[in-house]
């Protein structure tokens, strides 16, 4: 048996440095999709880089840098799609079985894509709200900046530290 030489196709995916991990976790699948709906072997190699991921296909001779750009631009867009509504474009050989566990996978790529952005939906709302509480005390420091405060009563009580600090304070 001969084997078919294969073509590269290079590309850039530039994405916010949130995104990066959760599409490259999306994209692994990219090459099965291909080879159960389209019944052809690529291999995707994609690597996290500065600003977005490197993208490289090795692809068969027979298929046309068109049709694998058209299979990837179908594949992404499952991502939009709603979860209930999958069509997979298949060629003849891929029987009804066969699209069916496709779809339960894709869906299954797409959930799990999907709790990703959740994840990091919660992580950035909790850094806003870190950033607002940081604000916050920075002004209130800022208000106070001339001001130390010293228990009322004797000044004996006051521990080491408190006293260094207002020792600090009149020295300078």
Known sequence: MQLEAKLKKYTFL???KQLISSIHQYLVFFSNYVK???QVDI???ASEVE???DIAFD???TTTK???QTWLDEYLGFLTTDKNDF???TVEEVTNEQADVLILRLRNQVQSFRHSLDILRVENKLLKSQNE???DITKLLASKSDQIFIPIGNHNSLSKEQSNIIDKKHDS
């Open 14 to 16: 530039k994405l916010d």
């Open 36 to 38: 159960e709906s389209k």
């Open 43 to 45: 291999t995707m190699h």
């Open 51 to 53: 600003g977005g991921l």
């Open 59 to 61: 692809f068969p001779e």
């Open 66 to 68: 068109e049709e694998l």
């Open 87 to 89: 069509q997979v474009n």
């Open 133 to 135: 509480q940081i604000a």
